[in-house]
């Protein structure tokens, strides 16, 4: 049975979403892409009961970047069909197949290594996951993602291998309060987005924008933002 919850705990993860769908329909209005921008909300480390009270409020979307602790709140939520599970934190090689069985979304693909075990270990019984490439579009040296020079080889693997759906690209840029800088490194994320839908029409997903940058990466034409500590409060 789903845990119950108290009224006013009902009432904060529902003010705090609010927030963030206002933060967001502002920014793309704003925004020339006017882009429909969906929010994942990132539960990492956030007990089920949070994701159930976002859950009751409307949202469906969830983000989680630990395997073991994502599969045993997909177990205990079995019961909620239609939630849709993104995994967005960095891939092992001994953790893949648990990503490719339980996750809808991957976003975090940034080598040919990773890629080919998904594609080997995705359930036959189930729909193609769902991949985004994720870019080292700041060239960071400790910060995971292929280079850009390196996605279109990825892209033509995974977009022929029939357990895997090409959808985009995602990046965790540098980060940096300035407007201007943030701006500048969605704008380059975006032109590789763009280069890339020349050659495959069917992507639709840009996966670029977090807790403190969301109006910048809607500005320069993320479809996805990814929040959680302004709906879920700070981490543990």
């Known amino acids: 049975m789903a845990p119950q919850l108290t009224d006013n705990y009902m009432f904060t993860i529902a ?11 502002k920014a793309a209005k704003k925004s020339p892409y006017n882009n429909n921008v969906a929010l994942l ?36 939520l079995d019961s909620y069909s239609d939630i849709i ?7 092992q090689s001994n ?34 996951l769902n991949v985004l490439i994720q870019v080292n579009i700041s060239l960071e040296e400790a910060k995971s993602g292929c280079q850009p020079d390196e996605i279109d080889a990825l892209a033509k693997f995974i977009a022929n291998a029939p357990t895997l759906k090409l959808r985009g690209l995602m ?6 309060n300035c407007y201007d800088t943030q701006i500048e490194y969605f704008k380059q994320l975006y032109a590789c987005f763009d280069k890339l839908k020349t050659q495959y029409p069917d992507i639709d997903t840009l996966s670029m924008g977090m807790s403190n940058d969301v109006e910048a990466a809607i500005s320069a034409g ?6 959680g500590t302004d709906i879920f409060g700070t981490r543990t």
């Open 95 to 128: 953790k893949s197949a648990l990503v490719a069985e339980y996750f809808d979304w991957v976003h975090s693909v940034d080598r040919l290594k990773i890629a080919n075990r998904l594609a080997s270990q995705r359930p036959e019984n189930k729909q193609p």
């Open 41 to 76: 909300a990132v539960s990492k480390t956030k007990p089920c009961d949070d994701i159930i009270a976002a859950y009751q409020f409307g949202q469906r979307q969830f983000g989680e970047s630990y395997v073991q602790e994502a599969v045993d709140k997909i177990a205990q």
């Open 85 to 91: 599970w993104h995994f967005i934190g960095p891939i």
């Open 15 to 25: 003010e705090r979403l609010t927030s963030a769908y206002d933060r967001i329909a």
């Open 222 to 227: 993320s479809t996805m933002v990814r929040i």
């Open 171 to 176: 990046a965790i840029p540098a980060k940096s």
